[in-house]
């Protein structure tokens, strides 16, 4: 506990005293979570098929492994997995011996990895080997890490499975973490140049799974298909592959959402349960008129990440057979749900409610002070299950948090009489594309290094299809003054402007995750500025929709 007092806020003395009294935090470890009938399948993935009582000789297998290696009580382990049993097996082997899993998404690239090693001051990283043709080992041998470990064929580097198969049998775990310790370092959306890493503790994300498990009426028999990346809050925990867990359910993990892929494997494996971003959903209303699988054993269908329009809410009832439930969650903590027994007029048009009856809510104006009842505001949240700081961020936690602790959330809503907010909008400088986060501050950053640009301004695009697309407006670079053809030259050279093929290759060279790519750009001579003579994002939006 002492190792990580520097690293993160904890909860003041009598909040810790509140939620421990009240129920909300007990002694569970994540790594201990996994409780279900040993003879019961816990986790179904491709050809793989484990029960409880294999999954978790694999998990005190791996965590002596890893003890062997000399991973041990509070060191961070970037894990970069697919959604396969070994994510599961590593992460409930991580927390079983206190080390800290860094959640990175399949899709991040040497820039984000190598960062996240830096920040964390990780000791290992465990990654997939290969997928759609993108090599993790070859990134990972450059990487500031003593350890590499790879889920699949490891080549020269330490297989996963070989780190489970040491003799000696599992060794004793002489030193468990603390229910207050870190238990895993989760990936912020992102507002600011770098990204940030949420610091969630053991009992504050037990709660988390587990009371997001009851709303959802997860039980033994719940089959939940996890489509969306497994490293991500909403898969993970929301109730997620560790809620199904929890609750003795089985898990079935996909590599893709698509139809294609989605639909066989509910069939087969007789799937209760799904999470989808909106343009996932979108995508299986399109497609399951038109299907011969039998879809018939979905009973309730979360869709969360971004804005899910009324109109096809409205739908997936009649369409998928099946219950809707509306997410609107956040890895900094703070989950809303609509209920089970909600009315479907709130399900299909609000964003849900609090998780939990400890969880505060404020919505204020742009001076801090609450907006009247039914009006538009930020969010601000603090409760149980959401941290007071992010990890190693002292500064930037001065911002993000009030001086009471209240998470600033960026997002503006608006609550109904019965609790149910509606998400009107955003204040934060971030795009959500269809559920991806991209931190406008970060890729502006990463675009201002192409020598051509001058200046850059990221700003979110409606669309149909994922909600929001990126563009770019760019300012290219003049010629440096020596450069200049002399007076009696012709008139100075049009500046080069790279197309935007030429910079999302750039960003690719730079090892930039794929999905922070623009998908437009637009050169301008100047930014309109606002009143104060900052960029105005707000005409750059709507410069780019006329
Ligand atoms: C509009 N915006 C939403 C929604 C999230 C469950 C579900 C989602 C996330 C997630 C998560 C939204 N409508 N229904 O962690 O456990 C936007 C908000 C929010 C941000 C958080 C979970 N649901 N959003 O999306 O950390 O802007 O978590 O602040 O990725 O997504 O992003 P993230």
């Known amino acids: 506990e002492a190792r990580c007092a520097d690293a993160f806020t904890p909860w003041p003395p009598e909040f810790e005293a509140r939620y421990k009294a009240e129920g909300y935090w007990g002694d569970v470890l994540l790594g201990d979570i996994a409780r279900g009938d040993p003879s019961r399948t ?11 009582g294999e999954l978790d000789r694999r998990v005190a297998n791996t965590a002596s492994g890893l003890l062997r290696l000399g991973v041990e009580r509070g060191d961070r382990v970037i894990v970069q997995l697919l959604n396969t049993t070994g994510f599961v097996v590593t992460f409930l082997a991580l927390a079983r011996i206190g080390a800290i899993p860094v959640l990175a998404l399949p899709a991040h690239r040497e820039s984000e990895i190598r960062y996240l090693c830096e920040l964390a001051d990780a000791r290992a990283y465990v990654c997939a080997d290969t997928d759609g043709g993108f090599d993790y080992r070859a990134m990972a041998r450059a990487l500031p890490v003593e350890h590499v470990i790879v889920d699949g064929d490891a080549q020269e580097l330490v297989a996963l499975a070989e780190l489970a198969g040491g003799t000696g049998g599992p060794a004793e775990i002489w030193n468990r973490p603390a229910p207050s310790d870190i238990g895993v370092l989760l990936l912020s959306g992102g507002t600011t140049g770098l990204p940030k890493l949420i610091p969630r503790t053991h009992r504050d994300y037990v709660y988390n799974l587990e009371a997001s498990a009851e709303v959802c009426g997860v039980t033994a028999g719940t089959v939940y298909l996890a489509v969306l990346p497994v490293a991500h809050n909403f898969a993970l925990a929301c109730p997620g592959v560790l809620g199904v867990l929890a609750a003795g359910g089985t898990v079935v993990l996909a590599s893709s959402g698509s139809p294609d892929e989605a639909f066989p494997l509910i069939e087969r494996e007789r799937v209760t349960a799904c999470a989808l971003v909106p343009p996932l959903a979108h995508l299986w209303l399109e497609a399951a008129p038109r299907t011969r699988n039998d879809l018939s054993s979905l009973a309730l269908l979360q869709v969360g990440g971004a804005r899910f329009a009324p109109e096809r809410a409205a739908r997936v009832p009649e369409v998928l057979g099946c ?25 299909e048009r609000t964003q849900g409610r609090p998780l939990s009856p400890a969880d505060e809510i404020r919505i204020v104006d742009a001076k801090g002070a609450p907006v009247a009842p039914g009006e538009v505001g930020e969010l601000l949240t603090r409760g149980p299950y959401t941290p007071r700081g992010y990890y190693r961020a002292p500064e930037h ?39 991806d986060k991209i931190s406008a501050a970060e890729l502006e950053s990463h675009l201002l290094a192409h020598p051509a640009v001058h200046d850059a301004a990221v700003v979110a695009i409606p669309d149909p299809v994922v909600g929001e697309r990126t563009c770019a407006y760019l300012i290219a670079r003049r010629p440096h003054a020596k450069d200049r053809p002399a007076a009696d030259e012709p008139a100075e050279p049009a500046p080069e402007r790279p197309t935007l093929r030429q910079i999302r290759d750039f960003l ?39």
Not at 406 to 411: E, I
Not at 521 to 534: D, M
């Open 42 to 52: 816990a986790v179904v993935a491709g050809r793989d098929r484990v029960s409880y």
């Open 323 to 347: 219950a809707l439930q509306q997410v609107f969650g956040m890895a900094e903590g703070l989950l809303n749900y609509t209920r089970l027994d909600d009315p479907p007029e709130l399900v």
């Open 397 to 435: 936690n001065r911002l993000a948090f009030t001086a009471d602790g209240f998470y600033r959330t960026g997002d503006l809503v608006r609550r109904l009489p019965s609790g149910h907010l509606v998400v009107e909008g955003r204040e934060k400088d971030q795009i959500n594309r269809g559920g």
């Open 508 to 546: 690719r060279e730079r090892g930039v995750a794929a999905y922070k790519f623009p998908d437009r750009i637009e050169y301008v001579a100047s930014f309109p500025r606002t009143a104060v003579g900052k960029i105005s994002k707000k005409d750059l939006v709507a410069a780019a929709t006329r």
